[in-house]
């Protein structure tokens, strides 16, 4: 097989694969070379439609905080491709729908719930500091929010979410993630509808056309053809050799390399000339697989959910713990007249499930809570209304921050950095980074690598 040769190797063209390629081209440096074992670039920013309905690989919406993400991503890369969108988003508990956050909207709850909410969250406040720093992620929950607010969500919900002990897990990555509630915004939210929005999505962006995959789509357009190599899956790096093997026979040998792909997938392609110390820490690092049931239905009634974007469940009444309705992200996403719906659950060694069952136990769920009646949850040739029901699985989903997460990841990191290897990305850094997170990550390594 011939040799080939490129100054810069990217691993992986999902969002920040393709941001790295994006921003060398930007800095003129064309000599690179994306290697992406699928058929199709995008990575879990990409969009299958089944029969016109469209679903991406669970929800993505984008809510970027750095004005130069923003600018980016809305003003150039999908600029005329955008909607703007107030999030309505919601929590069902106790058989009654709440507006998220859950923390600061208890109304609508039975009285009990919202005296054991409020009580609870007085008492985190006054006994915050007397306990020391929180050994784990379940007892930062309870500090933080208070008996009645984990045990009826927080609690719960990340524990279906992640598929993981909650007291292996550290907390160092939620601080700007989950809206902290006061005391007064938390009564005035148990006491009447809610009158303002929190958290950092509360107003977000989606594409008007062509689901998430049309972001990255629109990196493509800037990325020549011939520098990118679908279907060309990696069999080995030789990290002294500076070189890459491809399943099909072909080999690179790089300057520098790029990885996006997942950081215990890189260790096992370095090989035997990994330390053992460092081939541990991979092998500790840890994972969920999410399954994303799709749906798609005919007629666009859906119980009194019609106008949500997504739905959050904590209680074990539903095999799924979030569903999402893509055609309010866009009518794009759904024939006219039509509504669909995205199911996620959560799978792990903790929490194993029948996957064969994932999509009839949906669609039954989905009657349970009220959402479908039972003779709507069967297939649209039977009188139902059910034209889809197929499933994605995405494996791996979330990185678990357990109790060795920083430790390992550092090790590996600082390995990889001697080798002028340079892991990036959401599984690459094994973090959990947004897409605006992975894009700017992306430009950065784009920028190391003209150094």
Not at 162 to 177: F, P, S, V
Not at 216 to 239: H, M, N, T
Not at 401 to 422: A, F, P
């Amino acid at each position: 097989m011939t040799m080939h040769h490129s100054p810069t190797v990217i691993l992986g063209a999902g969002l920040c694969g393709l941001s790295a390629a994006y921003h060398l081209e930007e800095q003129g440096k064309t000599g690179y070379l994306i290697l992406e074992r699928e058929q199709e670039a995008g990575g879990l920013a990409r969009t299958v439609t089944y029969d016109g309905f469209s679903f991406d690989r669970a929800i993505h919406v984008l809510y970027p905080r750095e004005r130069y993400a923003s600018d980016l991503i809305c003003g150039k890369l999908l600029k005329g491709n955008t909607r703007n969108e107030t999030r309505r988003s919601y929590c069902y508990t106790a058989g009654t729908y709440t507006e998220y956050p859950y923390q600061m909207n208890n109304y609508g709850l039975p009285p009990a719930i919202i005296v054991e909410n409020i009580l609870g969250l007085i008492e985190a406040r006054y006994e915050s500091g007397r306990h020391g720093p929180p050994p784990h992620f379940e007892a930062w929950i309870y500090q933080t929010f208070g008996r009645g607010i984990a045990e009826h969500f927080m609690v719960p919900y990340n524990r279906r979410q992640w598929a993981w002990n909650l007291k292996e897990m550290n907390y160092d990555w939620i601080a700007e993630r989950v809206p902290m509630p006061d005391i007064r915004e938390a009564l005035l939210g148990a006491l009447q509808p809610p009158e303002k929005r929190h958290g950092p999505n509360q107003e977000f962006w989606y594409p008007v056309e062509g689901g998430i995959q049309a972001l990255a789509k629109a990196f493509l357009s800037y990325i020549p053809q011939e520098r990118l190599w679908l279907k060309a899956a990696v069999a080995g790096v030789d990290s002294q050799r500076c070189e890459i093997v491809v399943e099909d026979g072909r080999r690179v040998r790089y300057g520098r390399l790029i990885s996006t792909i997942p950081l215990p997938v890189l260790v096992r392609l370095l090989g035997e000339t990994v330390p053992p110390a460092i081939r541990q820490c991979a092998g500790e690092l840890k994972h969920t697989t999410v399954h994303a049931v799709n749906i798609g239905l005919e007629g666009a009634e859906l119980a009194g959910i019609e106008s949500m974007h997504w739905i959050f469940f904590p209680e074990e009444g539903t095999i799924f713990h979030r569903l999402s309705l893509p055609g309010n992200l866009s009518p794009w996403m759904v024939p006219r007249g039509c509504s669909s719906v995205q199911a996620e659950i959560s799978e792990s060694v903790h929490r194993p499930c029948e996957r064969a069952r994932l999509i009839r136990q949906s669609l039954e769920d989905l009657v349970r809570v009220g959402i479908l009646k039972a003779a709507e949850a069967r297939p649209a040739a039977e009188g139902g209304r059910v034209r889809v029901a197929e499933m994605v699985t995405l494996d791996p989903a979330y990185v678990i921050y357990d109790l060795k997460h920083g430790q390992n990841t550092r090790t590996i990191r600082e390995h990889l950095s001697g080798l002028n290897i340079s892991p990036r990305g959401r599984f690459g850094e094994w973090g959990y980074l947004n897409m605006d997170h992975a894009i700017l990550s992306g430009k950065a390594a784009a920028e190391e690598a003209t150094e």
